[in-house]
C-alpha cells in the first residue's frame, strides 16, 4: 500500500526554522508533480509550493523567500525548508504528490500525507 507519511513539525519561535519531510512508502516508481498544502486555525487549506517534474517550482506570495520545496528522487522523499517562521505560518501542513505506481499495475495516482502541526509562537 502506497501512502504518504510526513513528519518534521512542531513548536517554534518567530524566526525559527522548520524542515518538513514526506516519504512515500510502498510499491512506487517515481513522485512526480508535488506540493505542499496548509490549513490554519478557520482557514481553508491552500497550496503553497509545487514541484513539477522538470524542476519547476511555484510558491504563494506569502511564503516567496523562506521557503523551499526539494525532493530526493533516492530517498522518495520530499521536503519543505521553512525560514524566517510568522506566527501567520501556523497551520497543519499537507504533502501531496502524483506517484507513478508499480502494484498492482503501473499508474499514476495522487496521495496526499496525513499532515504535521507546525505552530509558531514566543
Known amino acids: 500500500q502506497v501512502q504518504l507519511v510526513e513528519s518534521g513539525g512542531g513548536l517554534v519561535q518567530p524566526g525559527g526554522s522548520l524542515r518538513l519531510s514526506c516519504a512515500a512508502s510502498g510499491r512506487i516508481f517515481s513522485i512526480n508533480d508535488m506540493g505542499w498544502y496548509r490549513q490554519g486555525p478557520g482557514k481553508e487549506r491552500e497550496v503553497i509550493a509545487t514541484?513539477?517534474?522538470?524542476?519547476?517550482?511555484t510558491y504563494t506570495e506569502s511564503v516567496k523567500g523562506r521557503f523551499t520545496i526539494s525532493k530526493d528522487n533516492v530517498k522518495n522523499t520530499v521536503y519543505l525548508q521553512m525560514n524566517s517562521l510568522k506566527p501567520e505560518d501556523t497551520a497543519v501542513y499537507y504533502c501531496?504528490?502524483?506517484?507513478?505506481?508499480?502494484?498492482?499495475?503501473?499508474?499514476?495516482?495522487?496521495?496526499w500525507g496525513q499532515g504535521t502541526q507546525v505552530t509558531v509562537s514566543s
Open positions: 514541484l513539477t517534474t522538470g524542476g519547476t517550482t
Open positions: 501531496n504528490a502524483d506517484i507513478m505506481i508499480e502494484y498492482p499495475r503501473p499508474a499514476m495516482r495522487n496521495y
